[in-house]
């Protein structure tokens, strides 16, 4: 069986042995036994390389951070990670300044620290407990990248269609609801203002986006 270390775009780990392209974790969350107990233990919730520096350590180990997979990069900005700023500096470096570019309000400019962007994601993606965090959006205001809740199945919005997600990559295009249809945004409200401007995530190949 694999470990519970996929995620998807709820933030939900489950167990699947699609591997995805992006690694990431929200530190220690299994025991000795290589069970998740926990849903996060720190709030920097990122995204990482599958390998860096050409080393790729056991999975799971007693007191380390937890790896967890990702579809792609909108799965990941869904789920409510963001880009490491050690293995992924200079899509970091982009990631910080279009996300305080389109959020000029979320965070005092005095307080502006990697730490305080990750305090105000944390508060947009999870509540005690585990529970996702979502909001309503009419589906016509949302930018290329943003995933919605449809039957409790998570959708890409792309240019053109609708996307059904799972963890082997995207089903067939589906089109796009009316414009004013109000859709369950599972993206967070500070991910999407940074799609909206101009920070255009990565997306898993099987996507048909012509």
């Not at 970091?92 to 570019?101: D, G, Q, T, V």
């Not at 919005?157 to 109000?182: N, V």
């Amino acid at each position: 069986m694999p470990l519970q270390n996929r995620a998807d775009p709820f933030g939900t780990l489950q167990s699947d042995r699609a591997r995805g392209s992006l690694m990431g974790n929200r530190g220690v969350l299994h025991d000795q036994e290589k069970a998740i107990v926990r849903h996060w233990s720190t709030k920097s919730w990122v995204t990482c390389v599958l390998d860096y520096g050409g080393y790729r350590r056991p999975l799971f180990e007693p007191g380390k951070y937890s790896q967890l997979f990702f579809l792609d990069e909108a799965t990941a900005f869904a789920a409510g990670h963001r880009p490491c700023g050690t293995c992924r500096k200079e899509r970091f470096r982009e990631f910080r300044a279009k996300w305080l570019n389109a959020n000029p309000e979320a965070v005092p400019s005095e307080k502006v620290t990697v730490i305080s962007i990750d305090k105000l994601l944390h508060s947009e993606r999870a509540v005690r407990g585990g529970a996702k965090v979502t909001f309503e959006a009419p589906v016509d205001t949302l930018p290329f990248g943003t995933f919605i809740e449809r039957e409790d199945d998570a959708y890409l919005i792309t240019d053109t269609a609708l996307l059904p997600w799972s963890f082997d990559g995207y089903g067939r295009a589906e089109s796009l609801p009316e414009p004013g249809t109000i859709a369950t945004v599972l993206t967070p409200f500070s991910i999407v203002r940074l799609f909206r401007n101009g920070f255009r995530p990565q997306v898993d190949e099987s996507a048909d986006l012509e």
